[in-house]
């Protein structure tokens, strides 16, 4: 696999896995883990999961700054790897959320966030600004997608792992305590549990039976029951983020021992300083203008791209618990089905474009990412076709449906692995290409900040992640995949149209 790779590929891809797996064990578990921990409904959640998933890419345009501006690379990483740190050390803290801790602990859980997602901001784009610097030595120039692939491996190798180690550190700490695990009754606990929020007759139904279920006694004080239920449940929780704690501290050592390994820009061009002419300058600047155009053709279409794919993390993870029957695997391990996809589909996607190649028909970065939106348009096809077959209402009508109807409306975990299929498929397409493509046309000394453009990007999409489970709420499920899917022929179309004129601006 890393054959004719320049050989700082692999400890820096090593440290990103690191630091992918402590953010993967976090992030399995974030929307979901809001809604148990402060009893918030999953439209504040998603909101508090967008905002901190756009902060970690906005951020990333300050780190990129930071490090063009001190042309310091590494030292912004490590810095950045240490933050995030400190933020996990502030999550991992059991405090059990009460009525009169709830606000300034729901402020400091946010502040770790914010945290992590600065961190992030330091860590991400440069890392991959680094392995951009790489590929600038002409002997590996034409490995760079290649590269770039591999990198996006190790990545998943961290998100493969990570969505298990949450559910199965909260499943112990609840087996301890003589309790199970039962994904609806949290919400049912704090619903119980509300000064402001009355039960109906089904709802309390409901709660006895899964009271009993999970090894509880349904005709003792229920409020005592439900209070310890939620701190149990929770401090599980807790305890995974020691593991985030662990994951970040690994890959701050891996990074700090082979940094020797990994170019440095500033030392290089201090070496390589060259005087140009006035006319030498223009046409540079010309082609700089040209460039950029063109990335930020691309970061367009990257915007609406991650606004579909992130939706796992949020009404994608609401459709695994709520209308998937899983039995005892918890809704945030599916997750993992998109990192191993990624592993297993990598070098598949790879020799499908190395034998293109050889035969002459070599597909272009630009079209390779307009298939991949129509990749992930097939995925929402999908899920619109099966979610009105299936008669699905709005999530917000389900959940009020008794418990045996609602067990019977449940589909196999099948559907899971068709959907993430062909979602991992489209982003092998676009996101591995996506950041080889940012290197290939980032001016030397904005690398770091064009890096944090395409992160940017992301933000962007990010920021209205909130929309798919307000709709997943609000309307029959359908509705909502059906938005993503026109999302996604849309882009698809608007990037078939300017694939010739990216092609010329970066040849």
Not at 115 to 124: P, S, V
Not at 312 to 334: C, M, Y
Not at 392 to 408: D, G, L, Q, R, V
Not at 473 to 489: G, R, Y
Request: glycine share 8%; aromatic share 14%.
């Amino acid at each position: 696999m890393f054959k004719n790779q320049p050989k700082g590929l692999l400890p820096a891809a090593l440290s990103n896995m690191g630091e992918r797996f402590g953010y993967y064990i976090m992030n399995a578990v974030l929307v979901l883990f809001l809604c148990s921990k402060f009893g918030l409904d999953e439209v504040t959640s998603g909101i508090i999961y967008s905002c901190f998933y756009a902060g970690i890419y906005v951020l990333s345009l300050v780190g990129g700054v930071i490090a063009d501006r001190t042309q310091n690379y590494k030292r912004t990483i490590i810095q950045g790897l240490c933050i995030m740190t400190l933020g996990y050390c502030v999550l991992a803290i059991p405090i059990f959320a009460t009525p009169e801790n709830r606000s300034w602990l729901l402020v400091l859980t946010c502040f770790a966030l914010f945290m992590i997602a600065f961190g992030n901001g330091l860590f991400k784009g440069n890392l991959q600004a680094i392995v951009g610097q790489l590929y600038d030595n002409p002997t590996y120039a034409t490995q760079r997608d290649s590269g770039f692939q591999i990198f996006y491996v190790f990545i998943n190798v961290g998100g493969v792992i990570a969505p298990f180690v949450a559910p199965m550190l909260r499943s112990w700490w609840l087996g301890t305590n003589g309790l199970a695990y039962n994904a609806d009754l949290p919400a049912l606990c704090h619903q119980y549990l509300s000064v402001t929020d009355s039960m109906d007759t089904q709802n309390l139904n409901n709660l006895y039976a899964l009271i009993t279920e999970v090894g509880g006694n349904a005709s003792a004080n229920i409020s005592e029951f439900c209070s310890t239920y939620l701190n149990v449940f929770n401090t599980g929780i807790h305890y995974s983020f020691i593991a985030s704690v662990a994951a970040m501290l690994i890959s701050l050592t891996i990074f700090w021992c082979t940094k020797g390994m990994l170019p440095t820009p500033g030392r290089k061009e201090k070496e390589e300083s060259i005087s140009y002419s006035a006319e030498e300058k223009a046409a540079m600047a010309k082609e700089i203008k040209q460039r950029m155009a063109a990335l930020f053709a691309v970061l367009g279409i990257a915007i609406f791209f991650w606004f579909s794919f992130h939706q796992n993390g949020t009404s994608l993870s609401l459709f695994a618990r709520d209308f998937v029957k899983t039995d005892s695997v918890s809704p945030e391990i599916w997750q993992a089905l998109n990192p191993f996809y990624v592993i297993v589909l990598t070098p598949f996607v790879m020799w499908l474009f190395s034998y293109l190649t050889k035969r002459g028909k070599e597909i272009s970065t630009p079209k390779k990412i307009a298939i991949g939106m129509g990749l992930a348009g097939i995925a929402y096809l999908f899920l619109v076709i099966f979610s009105a077959i299936k008669g699905y209402p709005s999530a917000t009508e389900f959940k009020e449906i008794a418990a045996t109807a609602k067990e019977a409306m449940k589909t196999g975990p099948w559907v899971l692995f068709v959907l993430y299929f062909f979602l991992t498929v489209a982003e092998l397409f676009i996101s591995p290409l996506g950041l080889s493509f940012v290197s290939k046309v980032a001016p030397k000394h904005l690398q770091g900040l064009c890096q944090g453009l395409w992160l940017g990007a992301t933000a962007v999409g990010n920021l209205l992640l909130w929309i798919g489970p307000l709709i997943y709420n609000a309307c029959p499920i359908w509705v909502a995949w059906t938005v993503f899917l026109s999302v996604c022929v849309v882009s698809m179309g608007v990037m078939f149209g300017m694939v010739g004129w990216l092609e010329r601006v970066t040849k």
